[in-house]
C-alpha cells in the first residue's frame, strides 16, 4: 500500500493551498484517513482525519480554516487550507488505516510527506 501526497508549496500568509492523498495498492478497506503535520523541532501532531461512517476529527488550531474532505472511489482525500498561517509551515503526512485483502487487521500507513511553507 502506498500513499501519495501532492500539493505542497510556498504560499504567502493568508493564502490557500490544497493538499491531496492518494491510496494505492491492495486495498480491502481504509478505517480512518487524514493528516498530520510536523514542524522543525516539533512533535508530528494531528491536522484533521476522517474516519469510517464520516466522522470527522480536526485539531483547534486549523478549526475554521482547514477543510479535510474524502473521494472513497478514488481512496483520495483532500485537506483545503485557507488562510494560511506562518505557524501552519510543517512537512504534512498522509496517514491511513489500512486493511490489505491478504489480511484481516488494519495497520498504520504513512506518506511521505509535503513541505508547506506560509511566508509573513
Known amino acids: 500500500v502506498q500513499l501519495v501526497e501532492s500539493g505542497g508549496g510556498l504560499v504567502q500568509a493568508g493564502g490557500s493551498l490544497r493538499l491531496s492523498c492518494a491510496a494505492s495498492?491492495?486495498?480491502?478497506?481504509?478505517?480512518?484517513i487524514g493528516w498530520y503535520r510536523q514542524a522543525p523541532g516539533k512533535q508530528r501532531e494531528l491536522v484533521a482525519t476522517i474516519i469510517s461512517g464520516g466522522r470527522i476529527n480536526v485539531a483547534d488550531s486549523v478549526k475554521g480554516r482547514f477543510t479535510i474532505s474524502r473521494d472513497t472511489a478514488k481512496k483520495t482525500v483532500y485537506l483545503q487550507m485557507n488562510s494560511l498561517k506562518p505557524e501552519d509551515t510543517a512537512v504534512y503526512y498522509c496517514?491511513?488505516?489500512?486493511?490489505?485483502?491478504?489480511?484481516?487487521?488494519?495497520?498504520?500507513?504513512w506518506g511521505q510527506g509535503t513541505q508547506v511553507t506560509v511566508s509573513s
Open positions: 495498492g491492495s486495498i480491502y478497506s481504509i478505517n480512518s
Open positions: 496517514n491511513a488505516d489500512v486493511m490489505e485483502y491478504s489480511s484481516s487487521q488494519y495497520y498504520d500507513c
